[in-house]
């Protein structure tokens, strides 16, 4: 359960649809999720991560790619997510 929550989360940068030309080549990366997940850009970056991450696990669950405990809130979920990418910097760079 836990690996298949890690790939889960590893996944969400591919989910990344932003419109419009990219401005910045970090776009879809771990690092620009981290720093949405991390309040870098206030409140819009802390809502744009709860999505991703509510989302993903929305689809991988009903998939059952995913098993969550019943009981896993929004918030644990996010924690989860910013715990991993801040503990793997050497994997932020990956889309």
């Known amino acids: 359960m836990k690996i298949g929550l890690i790939l ?3 996944s969400l940068p ?3 649809a932003i419109s419009g030309p990219a401005q910045d080549e970090s776009v879809g990366t771990g690092l620009f ?5 991390n309040g870098g850009k ?3 970056g802390e809502g ?3 999505g991703i991450t509510k989302g993903v696990l929305f689809a991988a669950y009903n998939g059952h790619l995913v098993c969550l ?3 896993a809130t929004a918030g644990q979920e996010h924690q989860v997510l910013v715990k ?3 503990d793997h910097p050497e994997r ?3 889309n």
């Not at 999720?33 to 997940?37: A, G, H, I, N, V």
């Open 8 to 10: 889960v989360m590893l």
């Open 14 to 16: 591919l989910f990344v």
């Open 33 to 37: 999720l981290q720093e949405m997940c």
């Open 42 to 44: 206030g409140d819009f």
């Open 48 to 50: 744009y991560c709860y």
């Open 69 to 71: 405990p019943e009981a």
């Open 84 to 86: 991993y990418l801040n």
């Open 92 to 94: 932020l760079h990956e």
